[in-house]
């Protein structure tokens, strides 16, 4: 593999700045139309050793100038990482991609959920060959893409409240951070955490029944668990929206992987919004409706159905 510069202040030439503006990221299996503007995707959680398939797609055929030597495309992947107040990125995967002319889709190499966590970024480069023999090719241009993962599950935990001296619930949210810039793991530990309380032993029992052969216990375990998934899920979100509304300011560039970035896009998508600004709206002028609408994205509804459907 040849060298490269690391060098990233190069602004992209109008012909490169084009080639960019026309790339978009598509996932294997998904019908969505390949959107260029789409810089920030949110997708389903994939179970370990899933591998998620991506496609690079010019939306716009690829016009590369005469005298422009350029041949190749730099994939990267790098995962966010972030300890304490120092924020860093680790990369974790790096490829060239051939450029055949009148290329409209680029198949990128596969992606194994535990290598890539909870989100990461790719990083898509523009290699020109450079004049200077110490250099074989520059990055001329550049595009990154953000991806995370929607919340689907939570890190748990079964303890006895009596020991804790809490009250008697049947279970507790507990976030350890002060900000949602914050990721959801920090060197693999949870910043957030579901308490089930043991002191309940039929509680506990219901959590567990997945498998159960009862119909009975099977329902009440769905309904359990999809109950508490809601719950969860609109606490953690009123802990992000207050914030941002406390803070009188525009929603924050999250970083992928944080709490914020993750509660905010998978509310855009739970809640069918345009946009974040859209999500924060609807908190605001209509909690009701924020409310009901976040129980039929979380499928609480779907949790009461007959005996004859389990």
């Known amino acids: 593999m040849p060298e490269y510069s690391e060098k990233r202040d190069i602004k992209p030439g109008v012909w490169a700045d084009g080639m960019l503006k026309s790339l978009a990221l598509q996932v294997e299996g998904q019908d969505e139309t390949p959107n260029p503007k789409k810089t920030t995707m949110l997708l389903d959680p994939l179970d370990f050793g899933e ?11 690829i016009e590369i100038p005469s005298g422009k030597n350029i ?55 523009i290699l020109e060959k450079a004049e200077n023999p110490e250099f074989p090719s520059f990055i001329a241009g550049e595009k990154i893409f953000r991806i995370a ?53 039929e ?34 979100s009123d802990w992000v929206l207050k914030h941002i509304i406390k803070n009188d300011s525009e929603i924050p560039d999250y970083e992928e992987g944080s709490i914020g970035f993750i509660v905010m896009h998978s509310l855009e998508k739970f809640l069918k919004c345009k946009n974040l600004s859209e999500v924060v709206d609807l908190y605001k002028t209509d909690n009701t409706i924020f409310q009901m609408l976040l129980q039929e994205a979380t499928k609480l509804s779907e949790s009461f159905k007959t005996r004859s459907d389990i």
Not at 206 to 220: D, Q
Request: net charge neutral.
């Open 51 to 61: 591998k998620l398939k991506l496609h690079l797609v010019f939306t716009n055929p």
């Open 71 to 125: 041949k190749e495309l730099e994939f990267t992947v790098w995962m966010f990482r972030k300890s304490g107040t120092e924020r860093h990125n680790k990369m974790i995967y790096k490829e060239k991609l051939l450029i055949v002319k009148d290329e409209e889709r680029i198949k990128l190499p596969s992606l194994i959920a535990e290598e890539i966590g909870r989100a990461f970024n790719l990083r898509i480069g």
């Open 149 to 201: 993962f929607a919340l689907s599950e939570f890190p748990t935990r079964y303890c006895k409240f009596s020991e804790m001296g809490w009250p008697k619930a049947i279970w507790s949210l507990e976030i350890y951070v002060d900000d949602p810039e914050e990721p959801l793991y920090s060197e693999q530990e949870p910043n957030l955490i579901v308490n089930l309380n043991e002191d309940f032993p």
């Open 203 to 236: 509680f506990v029992r219901l959590t567990k029944t997945s498998a159960a052969r009862s119909p009975e216990l099977k329902a009440s375990h769905v309904i359990l668990m999809n109950l508490m998934y809601y719950n969860v899920v609109l606490q953690l």
